[in-house]
């Protein structure tokens, strides 16, 4: 999730997009995939990806990560859903789905209750992914170094282990006197039962450019044990290449970050990235899309090693609001994925409900009907 005043800058369209009918972000708003959204399976491209990835070309999850299928999709499934009315978590955002150590369903947002926003992660548990229990702290800035900061704001859950989870935490720190944060960078700790964290001593990543502006990070494990960064980068437009979602790679042992590309594999509109395995090998992204006009939920098939966009964005499920501090309305954002053992699948959400006086913010679910 981006603060109101970085979230208008992403909601702003692309310069050079013309008004074809269809939105500045490459939307297909028909409800299905467009003629461009079929993964290329074909096998390995020249992205940059390290020698000893999958010699199929498709990223897939561990295969002693038991938990891998509760994050896959069919690739044929989980390109429709509805908004469950029934269900809503008051007070939190950025929901991120993982399965702990212990086997349950763990929900973790950022609290948003009170006067101190984004200083912590809480969590609630469940044994199913669909029925939760009460709000408890997770992790806070206590749990890493003093050189982090003292905001939490975003999270993704990296599964290192049998029991092992690694959590790669935006830190921030906010500007005294006011909210707007600085300083912005991934840090990484370890914990096997979630009641302490290991931290290293130095950020994960800070960005490709000086200052960059990083949030919402989000990570899918690799057959070979290291990883793949989704995250949403240079909010601020610092390089020519301008904001948008970017993918690095994470070298599971020395925990280095190579960026793959400079450029972004979707523009600045999109936002809050969400990787998900498909079955078989290959991976989906579930992303928020903005356009200045509407925003909400969508979808962007990647290349079969899931570095690369394969296909335009197609809308899920839109917001009610425009996404903006001058329009009043509710705003969908950061979805998070998961499947049941049962085989239904869930995107949970930010729903930002935009006010006069500023913003309230909870976490919703929708059900996928397909």
Known sequence: MLLPL????CARPAPGLEDTGVDDAGLDDTGG???SGTPDDTGPDDTGLPDDTDPSGSVAPPAWWTDGARFSAPPDRGLAFTVDTTWVLEGFSVPLVFRAPDGRYALSATDMRGGDQFVSRSAVYGEDGVTWGEPEVLVGPEDYPTACGDRLEDGAMWPIGVGALRFVAACSTADEGGSRPSGRSFWAADTTDLDGFDAADAPLWTGHVEGETLSVPSILAEADGDALLYYNGDMLGLTPEGAGIRVAHVDGETLAVTLLDAAPILPAVNVDPQP??????????????LDGTVGGIAYTPLSADGATAAGAPVFLFQSSGK?????????YMDPTFVRTEDGAMYLYFTALTMEKDGFSSSIKRARATD
């Open 6 to 9: 970085l979230f208008l800058a």
């Open 33 to 35: 995939p467009d003629d």
């Open 276 to 289: 998900v395995y498909l079955d078989g090998g290959g991976a989906r992204l579930y992303h928020t899309s």
């Open 323 to 331: 996404c903006d501090k001058n329009s009043l309305g509710e705003c």
